[in-house]
C-alpha cells in the first residue's frame, strides 16, 4: 500500500509546487504525483482580484480534476478555497498558519512610511486595501496579478513603487530579503494554511483506512483535531433567571467569555472562565466586529471552549448570524444557544401581548438605527434601539397613515430589577422631544393599548446580597448583586495537620466546599484523612454540603451561629480542634472554645472581599434587601452609603444581625427581620409578602 501512488492537483506555479512539497515532508514513506494544471485565474490575467471575482479562481480546476476521479486530492492555499466547498467534496485537513502577515516591497526598500504621497502601491487584496488607505490614504492603490515572482519583477520595473504580498509566500519562495517591513494589517483568517481536498466518499480517506495506514493519516496534520469549540450564547434580555440551562452549562465550562454590553457582567462573577468584555453601543464601539471575529477564532485554535454571550437571542440583531459564518469559514466548530429575546421578554413581562385575537394577527421586529425608518404595515411592530429617532419614526409613522392614538409601550432595562415602562401614543412620541432611558425597546399597535389592564405587581422584589440567591427565590423575584466574592488561599499540608486533631469544625457551606478542594489537591490526600476525626456542623445547609461529599457531621448545632457551636460544645471534654473558615471569619467562636479549654487551630481556606468593580443599582423596586452576613453588611454600606429607612431588611443570623446594629443610622427607623435557625424569629415569610415555607439558612462567615 505504501508504494500506491497519491495522485495530487495542484497549480503549476512556483509557489503551489513548494506548498506540496511541504506539506507531503510530513510523510516520508507516501509516493505521491503532482497533476498539475494552472487555475482558471492563472491564465486569465485580466481579471481584477479588487473587483470581487469569483469565488473559485484559482481552485476550480484542481477541484474538478479530485471530482472526475483524475486526482485524489488538491492541496491549496487555504485563503483561495471558495465557502462552502462545491458539492461533492470535503475538507481533508486544515495545516496550522505558516505565518499569518502581510509584507511590503518595495523599490529601494522604503517602508509604508516612507513612501512619498501618490506612491502607487499594489495589491490584489480588498481587505488590504482597507487596510493601506487607513493608515496612507494619500496612496494610490492599483491592482496587480501574476505570480509573487512576476509581482516583484513588475516593481523593480517601475511600473508600481509597491506592493503588499503575504508573508508566508515570500518564505516559501526564499525571497525575504525584499521584505521592507511586516505590515500591521488584519489579514484573511486562513491565511498561511494549506488545504487539503477529497472527494466525499473516497476510501482512501475513511477514518478506519486512515488508522490503518499511518502513513497516509493526513489527519495529524489537521489543525481542527486541536480547535476547541465556540458556543454564541444568547443570556436573554437581562436577569439571569431567565437565562436556559443549557447556556448555564457553556457558561460554566467555558475558558473564556467575550460578553456585550446588554448584559449584567457582575453575573458573570459566578464562572471561573476569563471575561472579556467586547461590548458596542452607540458611538462606543469597544471592539470591531472583525475584532470580536479575530479574538473567538485565536482563542478557538488556541484549542480552548469559548462562549460569545450576547443579551437576548444571538440571531435577532445580535450579529449572531455573521459571527457564526466568521466561525464556518475557518472551519471552527460552534453551536447556537438560543437566548429569550427582548421583544418575546417585554411581552411576556408586561402582559402585553405581541399577537391577540381581533386585534394583531401579525408582527414585525426592526431596528431603529435610521431616522427614516419606514415601519412595516404589520398589526404590531417592535423596534429594537431606537432611542434616539423615536420622533422622526413617529412622524414618519403617521405619514405612512398610522393615527396618532395607536398606544405604543417604551420598556427600558427589561427584566432587570430597574425595568421601566412607558405608556405613550405615536401623537404624542412626534410632537415631543424624547429622553427615554436605554436600552430601550417599543412595543407599536392596539395591543399596546392593553397596558391599561394589566394585572398589578403579584410578587415582592427582594435584593439579595450573599452568594447563594437561589435560597431565597421562594420568596419573591429574586435580584442578585453579590457583595461579597470568595478567592481559596493557599493553604499547610492538611493531611498531616489534621493527624494531630480530634475534631474537625464546619461553620458555613463555603468552609466545607473549600476545605475539601484543598484537601484533594495534596499529593496522598483524599476523605480518607478525616477518619477518626469527628465532625461538627454550623447547621442543616452545612451538613447536606457534607453528604454532598460522604460525610456524615457527628454533631449539628440548633442554632446556627456560634452561640450555637459552643452551646453544643459547652460539656465535652476540651480537646484539639481544627476549624477551617474564612480569612475574616469571627473570632466568636474559636475564642470561646479556647476560654473553654480547647486548642483551636484556625486555617484559612479563603478571602472574602467586595467584587470588584462594583457600583450602586437603582433600588427604586427592590421591596426587601437580603444581608446574609456580616461582610454583606459592612459591604453595602461601603456601596450605598446608607441604610435606605424606607426598604425592609432580611438579616441572616445574629452576627450579621449586631453588626447592621453597629452600622445603621440609628436616627432612623427600619423594618428588620432576623433570619435563624430554620425559621425567623419574626414572619419574614409574611414580611416578602409571599410564601409559607420557613427558611433554612446559616452565615456565610462567622
Not at 490503518?212 to 493526513?218: I, S
Request: hydrophobic share 40%.
Amino acid at each position: 500500500m505504501a508504494s500506491e501512488l497519491i495522485r495530487v492537483a495542484s497549480r503549476t506555479s512556483t509557489l503551489a509546487l513548494l506548498q506540496v512539497r511541504e506539506f507531503f515532508n510530513a510523510f516520508p514513506g507516501v509516493a505521491y504525483e503532482i497533476i498539475g494544471r494552472p487555475a482558471w485565474g492563472d491564465l486569465r490575467k485580466d481579471i481584477s482580484l479588487l473587483d470581487n471575482p469569483p469565488a473559485d479562481l484559482f481552485t476550480r480546476e484542481q477541484d474538478e480534476l479530485v471530482l472526475l476521479g483524475e486526482a485524489d486530492i488538491a492541496i491549496h492555499s487555504a485563503k483561495d478555497m471558495p465557502f462552502p466547498l462545491p458539492d461533492g467534496l470535503e475538507l481533508i485537513a486544515l495545516t496550522e498558519a505558516f505565518d499569518t502577515s502581510d509584507s511590503l516591497v518595495s523599490r529601494d526598500n522604503k517602508t509604508l512610511a516612507e513612501l512619498p504621497a501618490g506612491a502607487r502601491i499594489a495589491t490584489s487584496s480588498p481587505t488590504r486595501k482597507a487596510g493601506l488607505l487607513a493608515i496612507r490614504p494619500e496612496l494610490v492603490v492599483a491592482g496587480i496579478r501574476g505570480t509573487i515572482e512576476e509581482r516583484i519583477a513588475q516593481i523593480d520595473a517601475g511600473d508600481y513603487d509597491a506592493l503588499i504580498v503575504a508573508t508566508c509566500a515570500l518564505k516559501r519562495l526564499g525571497l525575504m530579503h525584499r521584505v521592507a517591513e511586516v505590515l500591521p494589517f488584519r489579514t484573511h483568517p486562513l491565511q498561511g494554511s494549506l488545504a487539503v481536498v477529497g472527494r466525499k466518499g473516497n476510501p482512501l480517506f475513511s477514518r478506519k483506512e486512515m488508522r490503518d495506514r499511518a502513513e497516509v493519516n493526513f489527519a495529524t496534520a489537521d489543525a481542527r483535531s486541536r480547535y476547541g469549540h465556540v458556543s454564541i450564547t444568547g443570556f436573554g434580555p437581562g436577569n439571569p433567571d431567565l437565562l436556559t440551562r443549557r447556556a448555564t452549562r457553556a457558561l460554566g465550562l467555558a475558558d473564556i467569555i467575550f460578553y456585550d454590553d446588554l448584559l449584567d457582567a457582575r453575573e458573570l462573577h459566578r464562572y471561573t472562565a476569563e471575561k472579556v468584555y467586547v461590548g458596542k453601543r452607540k458611538d462606543r464601539h469597544s471592539h470591531s466586529q472583525e475584532d470580536i471575529h479575530q479574538l473567538m477564532i485565536d482563542a478557538a485554535r488556541a484549542g480552548r471552549r469559548v462562549v460569545r454571550l450576547k443579551g437576548g437571542d444571538p440571531m435577532v440583531f445580535a450579529h449572531g448570524g455573521e459571527e457564526a459564518l466568521a466561525l464556518a469559514q475557518c472551519y471552527i466548530p460552534y453551536e447556537i444557544i438560543p437566548g429569550i429575546s427582548t421583544a418575546l421578554a417585554v411581552a411576556s413581562l408586561t402582559g402585553i401581548p405581541l399577537t391577540h385575537r381581533g386585534l394583531a394577527a401579525s408582527v414585525a421586529f426592526v431596528t431603529g438605527h435610521s431616522p427614516q425608518l419606514q415601519l412595516p404595515g404589520t398589526d404590531t411592530v417592535v423596534i429594537y434601539m431606537g432611542a434616539a429617532n423615536l420622533r422622526p419614526i413617529a412622524t414618519n409613522a403617521l405619514a405612512q397613515g398610522r393615527t396618532p392614538e395607536t398606544p405604543v409601550l417604551l420598556a427600558a432595562h427589561v427584566s432587570r430589577n430597574n425595568e421601566q415602562r412607558f405608556f405613550t401614543t405615536l401623537g404624542q412620541l412626534a410632537s415631543e422631544d424624547n429622553n427615554y432611558p436605554t436600552p430601550l425597546i417599543a412595543v407599536v399597535g392596539k395591543v399596546a393599548g392593553l397596558g391599561a389592564v394589566l394585572p398589578a405587581k403579584s410578587r415582592p422584589t427582594l435584593l439579595v446580597t450573599g452568594t447563594h440567591p437561589g435560597d431565597y427565590d421562594r420568596l419573591g423575584k429574586v435580584i442578585h448583586q453579590p457583595l461579597i466574592e470568595l478567592k481559596a488561599l493557599d493553604t499547610p499540608p492538611l493531611g498531616e495537620l489534621l493527624r494531630h486533631h480530634d475534631w474537625l469544625i464546619f461553620t458555613s457551606r463555603n468552609s466545607v466546599d473549600f476545605f475539601v478542594r484543598a484537601l484533594l489537591k495534596e499529593e496522598k490526600t483524599d476523605l480518607r484523612s478525616l477518619a477518626g476525626l469527628r465532625i461538627v456542623s454550623v447547621g442543616r445547609i452545612t451538613s447536606r454540603t457534607l453528604l454532598r461529599y460522604g460525610l456524615k457531621p457527628d454533631l449539628q448545632a440548633t442554632d446556627e451561629s456560634s452561640e450555637g457551636i459552643l452551646t453544643l460544645l459547652r460539656h465535652r471534654p476540651a480537646a484539639r480542634a481544627v476549624i477551617p473558615r474564612s480569612a475574616i471569619g469571627l473570632p466568636a467562636l474559636p475564642e470561646g472554645l479556647r476560654k473553654a479549654g480547647w486548642k483551636i487551630t484556625e486555617i484559612s481556606l479563603y478571602t472574602n472581599n467586595l467584587p470588584e468593580p462594583t457600583e450602586a443599582i437603582d433600588l427604586t423596586g427592590i421591596d426587601t434587601i437580603v444581608l446574609t452576613s456580616p461582610s454583606c453588611v459592612t459591604n453595602f454600606k461601603k456601596v450605598y452609603g446608607q441604610f435606605p429607612a424606607e426598604k425592609n431588611y432580611l438579616l441572616r443570623g445574629r452576627e450579621t444581625e449586631k453588626r447592621f446594629e453597629n452600622e445603621k443610622d440609628n436616627t432612623k427607623n427600619y423594618q428588620v427581620k432576623l433570619q435563624l435557625s430554620g425559621h425567623t424569629n419574626t414572619d419574614a415569610a409574611a414580611m416578602a409578602e409571599s410564601t409559607r415555607h420557613p427558611l433554612h439558612h446559616q452565615h456565610d462567615s462567622i
